[in-house]
């Protein structure tokens, strides 16, 4: 079974700070996806990044990025500078497709809290 | 049109009220799921819809039933809830085959069980 697991339940961070939450996953699958979403507290899910097993190469888009690690299993985030409105439960998943289905289910971490203090 | 609409954002029900939520995608996605989060939990799936036909029940109680009437819409019909379903009902779709063009989540209906 594939199981997310996101160690930090909640952080603080001064703005301006970097942060990074970490990600680490299980599967068996040898072709999968991740996921990065946001949930501010109006709660919608706001996709962030997608990355499938294949590509490993590190992400940056503006102050976020990604650190994919296939050898440790890990799929970080680091919010550099870090703003108010960062402020949010981040959620990474990992997609498993339902066999024979031809659709796909997302297994969530736990989620982070992130708090940015002004 | 890249969205999932969900309708409508809160529905407050008696326990012995019927109601609908509804959730509409323009994407041509043919994969339709919904999803149940509790407070403070990460969403769990409920159902899936391929090509328009129920293909996952993840053991949900009776009392949610889902109903996908075309490849655009999908409903999910509420009757005889209990306070413990208050949650967010999300929606999301997907390719069928291909959840890198995927993956995209409505906002949500913020569900009370009273």
């Known amino acids: 079974a594939q199981k997310v697991t996101q160690a930090q339940t909640e952080i603080s961070v001064v703005e301006k700070e970097d942060v990074t939450l970490d990600c680490v996953y299980e599967?068996?699958?040898?072709?999968?996806?991740l996921f990065w979403y946001k949930q501010p507290p109006s709660g919608e899910l706001v996709f962030l990044i997608r990355?499938?097993?294949?590509?490993?190469q590190n992400e940056i888009s503006g102050r976020y990025s990604w650190n994919f690690q296939k050898s440790t299993s890990s799929f970080n985030f680091t919010i550099t500078a870090s703003q108010v409105v960062d402020s949010a439960v981040y959620f990474c998943a990992l997609s498993e497709e339902r066999s024979g289905a031809g659709s796909y289910q997302l297994t969530f971490g736990k989620g982070t809290k992130l708090s940015v203090i002004p | 049109d890249t969205e999932v609409t969900q309708t409508p954002k809160h529905l407050v029900m008696g326990m012995t009220n019927k109601k609908s939520l509804k959730c509409e995608q323009h994407m041509g996605h043919r994969a339709m799921y919904w999803y149940k989060q509790k407070a403070k939990k990460p969403p769990e799936l409920m159902f899936v819809y391929s090509y328009e036909k129920l293909s996952i029940n993840e053991s949900v109680p009776s009392r949610f039933s889902p109903e996908c009437p075309n490849s655009s819409l999908l409903n999910l019909h509420l009757h005889a809830l209990q306070p413990e379903d208050s949650a967010l009902y999300l929606c999301?779709?997907?390719?069928?085959?291909?959840?890198?063009?995927?993956?995209?989540f409505g906002s949500g209906t913020r569900l009370t069980v009273v």
């Open positions: 999301a779709s997907s390719q069928v085959r291909d959840a890198n063009y995927g993956y995209t």
């Open positions: 599967t068996r699958d040898t072709t999968y996806y």
């Open positions: 990355r499938n097993s294949f590509d490993e």
